[in-house]
């Protein structure tokens, strides 16, 4: 966890005055010890309540399965970044949101 990738992400985010909710569910107890001014949701979708972006940086498989078009439904933006490629980026699209895949494949 000490080098994740989404230690310096939200630490970059921070500094250009965005607010960063988190959700992780296996590393959160690690993260929260790491990851000073970000809010933490209990869920997936509780995370995306309200937020401009959405922006993925694990592969945990509950991701993959989310109800997008609920996701879009919550979220005032309509962006996710997979930074893993972990999401069916046609999926997430047919929902009516911005898919941007970066990453591994």
Not at 39 to 51: C, N, Y
Request: hydrophobic share 50%; no cysteine.
């Amino acid at each position: 966890m000490r080098e994740a990738s989404s230690l310096v992400l939200a630490g970059r985010l921070q500094a250009d005055g965005a607010r960063v909710r988190a959700y992780d569910p296996v590393a959160e107890d690690a993260a929260r010890g790491l990851m000073q001014g970000v809010d933490f949701s209990d869920s997936a979708l509780a995370a995306v309540d309200g937020a401009d972006a959405v922006v993925l940086v694990t592969e945990w498989p509950e991701f993959a399965d989310l109800d997008w078009a609920e996701v879009a439904s919550r979220m005032r933006g309509d962006l996710v970044i997979d930074g893993r490629n972990a999401l069916d980026g046609a999926r997430v699209a047919g929902a009516g949101l911005a898919y941007e895949g970066i990453g591994r494949r």
